[in-house]
């Protein structure tokens, strides 16, 4: 059976990554940030195999 490596944990760093700039007054990182997580989100979908009905 071959597995496939999961890349979640991407955007739990993107989302503390994100966290951490809101914070910090880093408006332009956290602006970047935010426009690269649905980007990491699709990318990432896209990668999974199709579901096994």
Known sequence: ?????S????LDV???LLTYAQANR???LADGVANLIPRAKAEIAATRP????
Request: charged share 25%; no cysteine.
């Open 50 to 53: 199709p579901a096994k009905f």
């Open 7 to 10: 890349h979640d944990w991407v």
């Open 1 to 5: 059976m071959e597995t496939t490596p």
């Open 26 to 28: 880093l408006p332009d």
């Open 14 to 16: 993107l989302g503390d």
